[in-house]
């Protein structure tokens, strides 16, 4: 399953804490194209049927049925650069030590 670093945690909870949004807003995360993956990130209200649902840190994350299977094995992390811009990063689990 999709794991959600201490990062990213921070980040979707800064997304979605707006006093405008509804609570159960989180993540989505959409499989788009064949080949190499690419996806596409955005706020919902909540997660759509057959999506996965990954919580982490109050932290909401869903993931439609293609992307969950693609990221199964994978973490995603969030960044900020120098201009205040944010990033989202998907990478290999860390292996336990």
Same mark, same amino acid.
């Given at each position: 399953?999709?794991?959600?670093?201490?990062?990213?945690?921070?980040?979707?909870?800064?997304?979605?804490?707006?006093?405008?949004?509804?609570?159960?807003?989180?993540?989505?995360?959409?499989?788009?194209?064949?080949?190499?993956?690419?996806?596409?990130? %955005?706020?919902? $209200?909540?997660? +759509?049927?057959?999506? #996965? /649902?990954? !919580?982490? &840190?109050?932290?909401?994350?869903?993931?439609?049925?293609?992307?969950? %299977?693609?990221? $199964?094995?994978? +973490?995603?992390?969030? #960044? /900020?650069? !120098?201009? &205040?811009?944010?990033?989202?990063?998907?990478?290999?689990?860390?292996?336990?030590?």
């Amino acid at each position: 399953m999709l794991t959600i670093t201490e990062s990213a945690v921070s980040a979707i909870r800064g997304l979605t804490s707006q006093p405008d949004l509804p609570v159960d807003t989180g993540l989505r995360i959409v499989k788009q194209g064949a080949g190499a993956p690419s996806f596409q990130l %955005a706020l919902t $209200e909540g997660p +759509a049927a057959g999506d #996965q /649902v990954v !919580e982490e &840190g109050g932290a909401r994350v869903f993931l439609e049925a293609a992307a969950a %299977a693609v990221l $199964e094995d994978k +973490a995603l992390d969030a #960044q /900020v650069n !120098e201009q &205040g811009d944010l990033a989202f990063r998907i990478s290999d689990q860390a292996r336990p030590a």
